[in-house]
C-alpha cells in the first residue's frame, strides 16, 4: 500500500464526523432549536425544514463541481484540499456559535462550500496514490476508503444527537467542528507521503477536456446519473423522513430508549459488516452461479431501495392507524437500505474513478457526487411542491412514502431495459 493512504483514510473518518455529525441533526435542530436574534424559539414546520435539508445537502453536491476545477486545472488536489478545509472548519465555528436563522444559513454555506469543494479531490486523490504495480489494490482501497467514511459516521450518529439532547445545539455543533480541524491536521501531516499530480493549467486543461475521448468518457458516465440520483433521493431521507418517522415509533432497544436522530447509526454500522461481507462471502458465491458485474450490482441496489420504503411506508400505515410500531422494523428498512447502498454507492464511486482520463479524475468523481445533488434537490421540490401555505403537507402519512416507491421502482424497471446497451459500449474494460 502506497505510505499516504493511512493519512488519507484517517482524514476521510475524521471529516466524515464532522459531516455526518452535523448532517444527523440538522432536521431536529431546525424543528425543535432554532432561535431568533432575541433568544426565542423560531423553529420550522416539518416539511420546510425536510425540504431546507435536502437544498443543504444538494449544495454540498454541486459544489464538487468548483473543487474539482481547482484540483484539475489550478491548484492541484492537495493544495485544494487542504485550502477548503480551512473554509470548511471556519463554517463549522460560525454554526457553534450562532443558533439563529442567519447562523445556521452562514454556517451551512461555508460548510458546504469547504465539504463540496474536498469531496472529488479527497476520492481522486486515493487514485493517484497507485501506479501500474498496485493498480489491482484500488477495489479492496476504495472499499477501506469507504470504510473509514462509515466509521467516522457511525460515532458521530451515536454521539452528537446526544449531545444536542444534554448540552444543546452549541456543543453538539461544536465538536464536529473540533473533529474537522482533526482532520485537516492529519491530512497535512502526511503533505510529504502524498503522490502530487501536478495541474496542468487552464489552456492545457480545457484542451484535454475538450478532446474527443474525453468527452465521450464523461458521456459514457453521465447515463449512469439519473438512476444513481434517484437511488439518492430516497436513501438520503434516512436523515429527514425517516428520522422524523422514528418520533413516533417505540425506540426501546436493548433496554435503552434511543433518540430519534440515533437510529441512522444503523446505517454506517450495517455498512462496516456488509462491505467485507459482501467483497468475501456474497459475491465470490454468486460467482458460482452468475457472473457478477458493475451492471448487476447497480441495478439489484436499485430494487433493494424500492424495498426498504415499501418497508417505511407499511410502518408509516401502522402510524396513521394510531399505532406504535417497534423501531425494529425500521432498523429491518435500514438494513435493506444498506445493502442497496454498498451494491449502487461502492460500484458507482470506483467506476467513475476508474474510467476518468488520468487528468480529469476530479472533475469525473462530480458526476459520481453530482448524481447525490440532483437527487435531493428532486426531494426537495417534492417538499416544497407538497407543502401547503401553512406549511403543512398535501401529501400526509403512508402516501408519502409509497409515491418514492413507485417513483424508484419505475427507475428500477428502465434500468433493467436500458442496462444490456449500456454494458457493451462502457463497461468492458472495467468488467
Request: charged share 10%.
Amino acid at each position: 500500500m502506497p505510505k499516504g493512504i493511512s493519512f488519507i483514510v484517517a482524514n476521510e473518518a475524521a471529516e466524515r464526523f464532522c459531516y455526518y455529525g452535523i448532517n444527523g441533526i440538522l432536521v431536529i435542530f431546525m424543528t425543535q432549536y432554532l432561535r431568533n436574534a432575541s433568544g426565542q424559539l423560531d423553529v420550522m414546520h416539518q416539511e420546510q425544514a425536510e425540504a431546507w435539508y435536502h437544498l443543504f445537502v444538494s449544495c454540498v453536491y454541486f459544489l464538487p463541481v468548483l473543487g474539482a476545477f481547482l484540483a484539475d486545472a489550478v491548484l492541484g488536489k492537495y493544495r485544494t484540499i487542504f485550502y477548503l478545509s480551512l473554509v470548511y472548519c471556519l463554517g463549522n465555528l460560525v454554526l457553534s456559535l450562532n443558533v439563529t436563522r442567519l447562523g445556521l444559513g452562514l454556517g451551512l454555506v461555508l460548510i458546504a462550500l469547504g465539504s463540496g469543494g474536498i469531496k472529488p479531490c479527497v476520492s481522486a486523490n486515493v487514485g493517484d496514490q497507485f501506479g501500474q504495480s498496485n493498480q489491482h489494490l484500488l477495489p479492496k482501497v476504495f472499499s477501506w476508503f469507504y470504510f473509514s467514511i462509515n466509521l467516522g459516521s457511525a460515532f458521530s450518529t451515536i454521539i452528537i444527537p446526544e449531545m444536542l439532547d444534554k448540552k444543546g445545539p452549541y456543543w453538539a455543533f461544536g465538536l464536529p467542528g473540533i473533529f474537522m480541524a482533526l482532520a485537516t491536521l492529519l491530512f497535512w501531516f502526511g503533505r510529504k507521503q502524498y503522490v502530487h499530480v501536478a495541474p496542468p493549467g487552464l489552456k492545457k486543461y480545457f484542451r484535454e477536456f475538450a478532446s474527443g475521448e474525453n468527452l465521450k468518457s464523461v458521456a459514457n458516465l453521465l447515463i449512469l446519473v439519473p438512476f444513481a440520483a434517484m437511488f439518492w433521493a430516497l436513501w438520503q431521507q434516512n436523515f429527514s423522513s425517516w428520522v422524523l418517522q422514528s418520533e413516533k415509533m417505540n425506540r426501546v432497544l436493548f433496554g435503552h430508549e434511543w433518540l430519534p436522530a440515533q437510529i441512522q447509526t444503523a446505517n454506517p454500522i450495517f455498512v462496516l459488516a456488509m462491505l467485507p461481507l459482501m467483497s468475501y462471502v456474497v459475491y465470490p458465491t454468486l460467482e458460482k452461479f452468475v457472473r457478477v458485474t458493475p451492471l448487476r450490482k447497480f441495478g439489484a441496489g436499485l430494487f433493494a431501495i424500492v424495498i426498504a420504503f415499501a418497508i417505511v411506508g407499511w410502518i408509516q400505515t401502522r402510524i396513521d392507524a394510531g399505532e406504535r410500531p417497534h423501531i425494529g422494523w425500521q432498523l429491518l428498512a435500514f438494513g435493506v437500505l444498506t445493502a442497496g447502498e454498498v451494491l449502487v454507492s461502492v460500484t458507482h464511486l470506483e467506476f467513475s474513478y476508474t474510467q476518468a482520463p488520468r487528468k480529469m479524475k476530479s472533475l469525473v468523481m462530480c458526476l459520481y457526487l453530482g448524481s447525490v445533488a440532483l437527487g435531493n434537490v428532486f426531494t426537495a421540490a417534492v417538499n416544497l411542491f407538497i407543502q401547503n401555505p401553512d406549511g403543512t403537507s398535501k401529501l400526509t402519512g403512508a402516501s408519502y412514502f409509497f409515491f418514492f416507491v413507485w417513483v424508484m421502482l419505475g427507475t428500477a424497471v428502465l434500468w433493467l431495459f436500458i442496462s444490456p446497451f449500456y454494458r457493451g459500449r462502457t463497461y468492458q474494460a472495467a468488467e
